[in-house]
């Protein structure tokens, strides 16, 4: 039998979800568009995406130990 608690988890996976299901869609489009319009080559058209999912990688462990320490309003205050 499911409760409150049960279900707060399982909305947030859904969430996240449909959240990849949408970047995994739109995310070829601005790769598409630099290679065409600007003309970088695809090496460097895909090495900036790329850069950014490994620095992601690499920090973002840290980050989410930081918040659950200190909790998320001061880091949600300090990025806005």
Same mark, same amino acid.
């Given at each position: 039998?499911?409760?409150?608690?049960?279900?707060?988890?399982?909305?947030?996976?859904?969430? /996240?979800?449909?959240? @990849? $299901?949408?970047?995994? /869609?739109?995310?070829?489009? +601005? $790769?598409?568009?630099? *290679?065409?319009?600007?003309? +970088?080559?695809?090496?460097?058209?895909? *090495?900036? +995406? @790329?850069? $950014?999912?490994?620095?992601?990688?690499?920090?973002? +462990? $840290? *980050?989410?130990?930081?918040?659950?320490?200190?909790?998320?309003?001061?880091? /949600?205050?300090?990025? /806005?």
């Amino acid at each position: 039998m499911a409760t409150a608690m049960d279900a707060a988890p399982r909305r947030i996976r859904i969430g /996240s979800a449909l959240s @990849a $299901f949408g970047n995994g /869609s739109t995310v070829p489009f +601005p $790769f598409v568009h630099v *290679t065409r319009v600007r003309d +970088p080559g695809p090496a460097t058209a895909g *090495t900036c +995406p @790329a850069s $950014f999912a490994v620095a992601a990688l690499v920090v973002l +462990p $840290f *980050t989410g130990r930081r918040i659950d320490r200190r909790g998320r309003c001061p880091w /949600s205050c300090s990025a /806005s």
